[in-house]
């Protein structure tokens, strides 16, 4: 079965948040293509308010293959972060079209303050979640997830899968790949992708 993956974009997302495990989820088909079995697990949208060009945090500029009000049912929803989420917030239509496609999702998912609005729309009300450690004291201020956990790459409750800040969602992508298909074809994926973090300077720390 393919699943519809959709990732929300908004004005000042932060890149690697949705780029990140888009690679992930179009790497797992080439993957799954390259094994011989010809299905690709994943269908993958970038999704919008509008059909305008979306400008992210650092300058780049994305085009939306659907908008909100066109793009279907899904199975996965992920939201991203970046400074826009302070300002979508506030973005009653957008709040409510998560409210309202989350439910028909098989996984609900957010990178970093992504989370922010999934506890805001609702699916992530109640739950144990993470984001950035920079935002983890005003996300706990709100109130509205049961508890906002740090020094942590992601957190399942449930079906909502909530990932810290931004190359976190890489993470978060694989382990949902392994969920959906197997860890082994999971790591098959993070191989493919030569995603083996070795970050320099460390040995400063």
Known sequence: MTLRTGLLLFNDAEELDFVGPWEVFTMANEVAGHSGGGKKPFETLMIAETSEPVRCRKGMRVLPDATIENCGKLDIILIPGGQGTRAEVKNEK???????????????????????????????????????????????????????????????????????????????????????????????????????????YAAAV
């Open 94 to 200: 957008l709040l409510a079209w998560i409210a309202k496609t989350a439910p028909g999702c098989t996984w609900i998912t957010s990178v970093c303050t992504g989370a922010l609005l999934l506890t805001a729309a609702g699916p992530a009300r109640g739950k144990r979640v993470t984001t950035h450690w920079g935002f983890i004291d005003q996300l706990r201020a709100r109130q509205e997830a049961a508890e906002v956990l740090e020094k942590v790459r992601y957190v399942r409750d449930g079906n909502v899968v909530t990932a810290a800040g931004v190359s976190a969602g890489i993470d978060m992508a694989l382990w949902l790949v392994g969920q959906i298909e197997s860890p082994a074809f999971a790591r098959n994926v993070q191989r493919a992708m030569e995603y083996d973090p070795a970050p320099p």
